[in-house]
């Protein structure tokens, strides 16, 4: 679909990111734009409708619906990483990892696949991550999350054909955001990965690999589970 004359909704609109999604979408001529942020007044965009909405709640979630019923283009952007393992990690913070980047998707595109389907089907963006396909000491919460994400996306583009929802998931390695602040390794541009997004929405992709590092992830998930973490754990010793 063209964005040009398209109504979007953007999770996690007031950084990073999101803040990108909602540059790029103005660029390319967007009728409206609903940046969605858990504190309105973060947003700083000019020409966007703010929503508060903290993708967690079912109740914001269910408003936000109401308010945007004219969305024909749903992008789930927010998401957040506590540093936490599965076995020693504090439980409270491995749920909030869930309940933001598997959850908050959930109830968003449960909201919303109404209202898409009301405005002729439209799209729905979910950004990912390459760590939904391994997993890394120390972030083990944040790749189960996001490994949820992952069937999320595959089941509801599966679910939502009918209604000719075009269904976009977007994987990368690190980028250059608060989230990945003091990591020494190469980081893909945020408006990198929003336009390559946005790209997608407009060809028809329904997976984008934002850089190498989601590359070479995608491509050893055939191997045997020693073969693919060797290799990756040689890739990031050498980055």
Known sequence: ME??????????????????????LADRGAAKIYAAAR????????????????????AQVEAAARVAGDVQVLINNAGI??????????????????????????????????VLRANGGGAILNVISALSWFA?????????????????????????????????????????TDMAKGLAAPKLAPADLAGAGLDAIESGAQEVLADEWA????????LDPKERYDRLFAALGAA
């Open 136 to 176: 890394t000491p120390g972030a083990g919460a944040y790749a189960a999350s996001k490994a949820a994400a992952w069937m999320l996306t595959d089941s509801t583009r599966l679910e939502l054909a009918a209604q000719g929802t075009h269904v976009v998931g977007v994987h990368m390695g690190l980028v250059d």
């Open 39 to 58: 504190d309105a007044g973060s947003i700083e965009a000019d020409g966007v409708e703010p929503i508060q909405l903290d993708v967690t709640d079912a």
């Open 81 to 114: 990483s506590t540093g936490s393992g599965l076995v020693t990690g504090d439980e409270a913070a491995i749920r909030q990892e869930m309940d933001t980047n598997f959850y908050g998707p959930l109830l968003m595109i449960r909201a919303f696949a109404p």
């Open 215 to 222: 590359r070479l992830v995608k491509s050893g998930l055939s």
């Open 3 to 24: 964005l040009k004359g398209a109504v979007v909704l953007v999770t996690g609109a007031n950084r990073g990111i999101g803040a990108e999604f909602v540059r790029l």
